[in-house]
């Protein structure tokens, strides 16, 4: 079981990304995948979640609206789309697989990737 994510980068305020989470060992069919975020001397937060079998999703208000997860069940694979990225969105981000999408909180999920940097510039 194994989860890895790409697509971090440098970029300019107001800038986009795309993440990707690609999974191998297991089918994501019955899982849900969640993305999160952990800057410098901050606690790992939830920045997306999303539920595979039925594309339910969750975003925090501070994402809401300019982040986007979706999934593409063929390719066992999810991805967040990042838009109008700001300075705060800095950080270091991670997926992981949970069993639910809600509650969109580490201690709900595991299996984690390395993580991809996202460094924001102003």
């Known amino acids: 079981v194994q989860l890895v994510e790409s697509g971090g980068g440098l970029v300019q305020a107001g800038d986009s990304l795309r993440l990707s989470c690609a999974a191998s060992?297991?089918?994501?069919?019955?899982?849900?995948i969640g993305w999160f975020r952990q800057a410098p001397g901050k606690e790992r937060e939830g920045v997306s979640c999303?539920?595979?079998?039925?594309?339910?999703?969750y975003y925090p208000d501070s994402v809401k609206g300019r982040f986007t997860i979706s999934r593409d069940n063929a390719k066992n694979t999810v991805y967040l789309q990042l838009n109008s990225l700001k300075p705060e969105d800095t950080a270091v981000y991670y997926c992981?697989?949970?069993?639910?999408?809600?509650?969109?909180?580490?201690?709900?999920?595991?299996?984690w990737g390395q993580g991809t940097q996202v460094t924001v510039s102003s």
């Open positions: 992981g697989g949970g069993l639910m999408f809600r509650p969109c909180v580490p201690k709900h999920f595991g299996s």
């Open positions: 999303i539920s595979i079998s039925d594309g339910n999703t």
């Open positions: 060992g297991f089918t994501l069919d019955y899982y849900a």
